[in-house]
């Protein structure tokens, strides 16, 4: 059986549901911790983590939206630094010492 076209084009209601969604402060506390806990742990800057790309482009003409997501997240990523900081450091010190090896 020959794969369909599957349209790339995204209809207005399902943005507008989306945006009500994630605009929610339920989920802009659950994502801001998905994205404070992606940051500590890959070593990434908010902007750069996957959920905070999602809602800056969902978000793309409500910043106030994307400015809460994002002190959510500076929140959390305090919070994960005092509570993960030796097991981070002991992971730097981990990975440095793999890449001289190799």
Request: proline letters at 1%; hydrophobic letters at 30%.
């Amino acid at each position: 059986m020959a794969r369909g076209y599957r349209s790339r084009h995204v209809s207005n209601k399902y943005n507008e549901s989306l945006k009500e969604y994630l605009g929610c402060e339920d989920e802009i506390l659950a994502y801001g911790f998905s994205v404070a806990a992606e940051s500590v742990f890959y070593e990434r800057p908010i902007e750069k983590t996957k959920i905070y790309k999602k809602y800056a482009r969902c978000f793309k003409d409500d910043l106030v939206t994307v400015k809460k997501l994002k002190r959510q997240a500076v929140k959390y990523i305090k919070i994960l630094e005092s509570y993960y900081h030796d097991k981070i450091i002991e992971n730097r010190a981990r990975r440095t010492t793999r890449s001289l090896r190799h």
